[in-house]
């Protein structure tokens, strides 16, 4: 216990070390979107998490993690600012290097070869993404109940065990690899089959959570084109791309160079033929050394380190692979958070054997070897920390890094409009090209009618993302604009109604009430500023409105303003 509490101090000060530089960061990316569910701000409605799914505007995306949701109530609680969300994610991240070295000692008996996967666990650059990005606490959290299943299960408190997995699959739907990991360590150790009962009670229930949540979409879903085009060739097609892109995922994890927050449509070239593709071709390879490795295991009876890259690296990786069915993304390094704990632990183990060496050499070389790949991982990850500490860094990184993606080219061109507006709007169109029903790119599309003047294109473009995303909370806010700067204030109410219902915000309300007033609707405009604020209202703006003074609003709501 004592030797266990020193390993976690030492973790706890690495970690915090390393990724020190990202408690400052903002908001970024995905985080825009998830964190702007309306119950966040009502502390009172959280559990009603448990009926609602993941993206508040697109519950066709099939996800469902409440309790990640929930964890982010908390930290509302104690603030909106982005520092609290990042000390969270760092703490949860050096827990769960911790846990890496509870189960990596348990699996061989050995703390230097455990500690070893826990430090390079702890400062890998691939994982940046899962921990300074705030909506990666779904990686986080479903690992850290997914390890907390495995551990229980070996001390056979299979009950507990059962919470715990279900704890993991109601933080991220990539935890249904845990109760076939816990099959194949089954197998292994030759354990009986009580846990099994309660290991599929808990899936069940879990299951039956998501099909009253999300209907249909519980055990399908509509997957935009955009972020993964697999979803949309041929089952040889898909299957030829990700092994590709399992090749791609382990040299990421060992060689973390050219990283990347984005891989959509067209970053990654389809494979329509195997034997053009050596990546493909390993990835097959690898494909087969997994399938004999489980072979071993299950019919054979024999084991070998190979056990643990099938385990804890190939089982998990299926699950986000693309290849049996698609996923939300073509590829994400958020995802190797769990699967990268399989190929640690093989790096770890060579460098166990090389430390623990009879000659006094190979013990220096191993032990500097180590120090110096800890050194180089650390580095990385520091400096990967600052490109996610900004929308701007990020947003500039990613059309570096992937500049073929659509995705990439929008963002950046939304991130330069009101500094270079030709280059956003050659991006946009060139987007528009590829593919013209990319609801962000129709969104700058628009942003770029509005700075030339012409409000009725940006309408069109704007009218057709909503039709795309009837709630999206972007289109939603630009064209309520539109419609205002227009005069057609029926319809700028009209979309608003739907903006300060789904995801209020002072801002959207009183935008709210100052159209209503506009449209001569007073008593309602009351109405809206006193559901909101209470009776009272201490808001300039807000009582602007009650006052009828409304031409300085009207300037400020104005598009450009």
């Not at 216990?1 to 030492?10: A, G, Q, T």
């Not at 030759?190 to 979409?217: E, K, M, S």
């Not at 789904?502 to 007033?517: D, K, M, S």
């Amino acid at each position: 216990m004592v030797d266990s509490w020193k390993v976690f101090i030492l973790l706890f000060l690495i970690g915090f070390f390393v990724f020190s530089n990202s408690l400052n960061g903002e908001f970024v990316h995905d985080d825009l979107i998830v964190l702007s569910h309306s119950f966040f701000s009502q502390p009172g409605n959280i559990f009603s998490f448990f009926s609602q799914p993941y993206f508040e505007d697109f519950y066709q995306a099939g996800l469902y993690r409440p309790l990640t949701q929930i964890s982010f109530v908390f930290n509302f609680l104690f603030g909106s600012s982005p520092f609290g969300f990042h000390l969270v994610n760092v703490l949860l991240h050096i827990i769960n290097s911790f846990l890496v070295f509870l189960l990596v000692g348990r699996l061989v008996k050995s703390n230097l070869l455990a500690l070893i996967a826990a430090l390079l666990f702890l400062v890998l650059p691939i994982h940046v993404e899962a921990v300074t990005s705030i909506v990666g606490r779904a990686e986080l959290f479903s690992f850290f109940f997914g390890i907390l299943t495995i551990l229980l299960w070996f001390d056979s408190r299979y009950f507990l065990s059962a919470i715990s997995l279900l704890l993991a699959l109601l933080s991220k739907e990539s935890a249904v690899a845990v109760p076939a990991i816990v099959f194949f360590l089954n197998v292994s150790y030759r354990r009986g089959w009580r846990w099994l009962v309660w290991h599929l009670g808990a899936t069940v229930l879990y299951f039956i959570l998501r099909a009253i949540v999300l209907g249909r979409y519980a055990f399908e879903s509509k997957t935009e084109f955009i972020f993964n085009p697999l979803a949309y060739i041929s089952f040889f097609e898909r299957t030829f791309t990700a092994l590709k892109i399992l090749i791609m995922y382990i040299v990421k994890v060992f060689v973390p160079l050219n990283l990347s927050a984005d891989y959509s449509y067209d970053q990654i070239p389809i494979v329509v033929n195997l034997f053009s593709s050596p990546l493909a071709l390993t990835g097959l390879a690898f494909l087969g050394l997994m399938i004999w490795t489980g072979y071993r295991i299950l019919f054979k009876g024999r084991y070998s380190v190979l056990d643990w890259l099938l385990i804890f690296f190939f089982i998990p990786f299926l699950v986000v692979s693309n290849i049996f069915f698609p996923i939300g993304t073509i590829m994400a390094e958020r995802l190797m958070y769990l699967p990268s704990l399989g190929a640690l632990m093989i790096l770890a183990a060579a460098i166990d054997s090389a430390i623990k060496q009879s000659s006094k050499l190979s013990r220096q070389l191993g032990s500097a070897s180590f120090i110096l790949l800890l050194v180089v991982y650390g580095f990385l990850t520091v400096n990967r920390n600052l490109v996610w500490a900004s929308r701007e860094a990020l947003l500039t990184d990613i059309f570096e890094k992937s500049p073929n993606s659509v995705v990439a080219k929008t963002e950046y061109g939304i991130l330069v409009l009101n500094k270079d507006k030709g280059l956003a709007k050659r991006l946009s169109l060139e987007v528009y090209e590829k593919y013209p029903d990319y609801v962000q790119n129709l969104n700058l599309r628009g942003a770029v009618g509005v700075q030339e003047g012409n409000l009725e294109e940006a309408e069109k473009f704007l009218e057709r993302a909503l039709e795309l995303r009837p709630k999206h909370q972007n289109t939603l806010h630009n064209l309520s604009r539109v419609y205002f700067t227009l005069g057609k204030y029926q319809k700028a109410e009209e979309t608003l109604r739907v903006l300060a219902s789904e995801y209020g915000g002072t801002g959207n309300i009183i935008f709210y009430a100052l159209v209503q007033a506009k449209n001569g609707r007073f008593d309602q405009s009351r109405e809206t500023l006193y559901g909101f604020f209470g009776p009272e209202i201490k808001d300039e703006s807000a009582l602007q409105i009650l006052r009828g003074e409304l031409k300085e609003l009207e300037n400020f709501y104005i598009l450009g303003k």
